[in-house]
């Protein structure tokens, strides 16, 4: 048992020479140093430097007497407590430190993922991982590999907001959450797939016959690109789509204009009609 006790010790921070010497202590009342270092089976010349740091730590005391100094150890309830505390105001520095350190975007760098396997393994991973919330911009057949994690996110309250960018027609079953359907994906014959967890943490990807490539990354500016792309696009999609007829009386001829230039093709009507489905906005 008392080795036992000696190992979990050591494991707190004790030497193994203050383990022993602890132990020892609290076998008796007091003891002086040459009683310790009898009773742990220690170095005489060793055994006083071994108290004084009991004492430093909270662990023992030393009490004068005309006969020299003597040891009592502190109750090991006390010591507990004491040592929680210090390891909790360690450990809550430590978070700070580092969390100061993670979001210097200098010391987030850009992986890039180079295979279709590699992409949707850090997606489980960021999906897995999420403890807050999810954005989540997919297509089918990555939405039916995912299925299970983000179930699982879901069910672990992980609140999740899923952009369906290939406006599927019917629930495949694997998108969780908050699900808005529009026609948002590219055009040629790539698909993407866009997560966001808990506001930091980013993978995106392009899919296409050929393979994937994408990037996994904390990097501030990056996660917010794709936050913002996620709900600029599903904004859009959905004040077009509610007020569908209307949009194009609400537009100055100006606007339209400065939209219908910001399109690789067609008009910026036309590419909501895309989006929505709709046959006329």
Same mark, same amino acid.
């Given at each position: ?11 707190? %921070?004790?030497?193994?020479? +203050? !383990?022993? =010497?602890?132990?020892?202590? *609290? ?5 002086? /140093? ?102 989540? %911009?997919?297509?089918?057949? +990555? !939405?039916? =590999?995912?299925?299970?994690? *983000? ?5 672990? /309250? ?124």
């Amino acid at each position: 048992m008392q080795m036992n006790v000696h190992a979990l010790l050591q494991d707190i %921070g004790f030497t193994g020479y +203050e !383990a022993r =010497a602890y132990v020892a202590l *609290l076998g008796a009342d007091t003891c002086n /140093g040459y009683e310790v270092a009898k009773a742990a089976g220690m170095p005489r010349a060793n055994v006083y430097a071994v108290l004084e740091r009991l004492v430093e730590r909270g662990a023992a005391r030393r009490l004068e007497t005309p006969e020299g100094a003597r040891y009592a150890a502190v109750k090991p309830e006390q010591l507990i407590r004491r040592l929680d505390k210090r390891h909790r105001r360690t450990l809550d520095a430590v978070e700070k430190a580092l969390a100061a350190l993670e979001s210097a975007d200098e010391a987030a760098p850009v992986f890039n993922l180079k295979s279709y396997k590699e992409l949707m393994g850090q997606a489980r991973a960021l999906i897995d991982g999420a403890t807050q919330e999810l954005q989540v %911009g997919i297509q089918p057949a +990555e !939405a039916g =590999a995912l299925a299970d994690s *983000l179930r699982e996110a879901r069910e672990r /309250g992980v609140i999740i907001t899923t952009l369906c960018m290939e406006a599927c027609s019917a629930e495949c079953g694997g998108c969780q959450g908050s699900i808005h359907r529009y026609n948002l994906g590219p055009s040629n014959d790539a698909r993407w797939l866009l997560l966001i967890g808990d506001k930091r943490q980013a993978v995106a990807g392009e899919i296409t016959p050929a393979g994937a490539t994408a990037v996994a990354t904390h990097h501030r500016l990056i996660v917010e690109l794709i936050t913002a792309y996620i709900r600029q696009s599903l904004a859009l999609a959905i004040l077009a789509d509610d007020l569908g007829d209307q949009f194009k009386g609400l537009l100055s001829r100006q606007a339209h204009e400065v939209l219908d230039a910001l399109q690789p093709k067609g008009t910026f009507l036309a590419r909501l009609m895309d989006i929505t489905g709709r046959k006329s906005i």
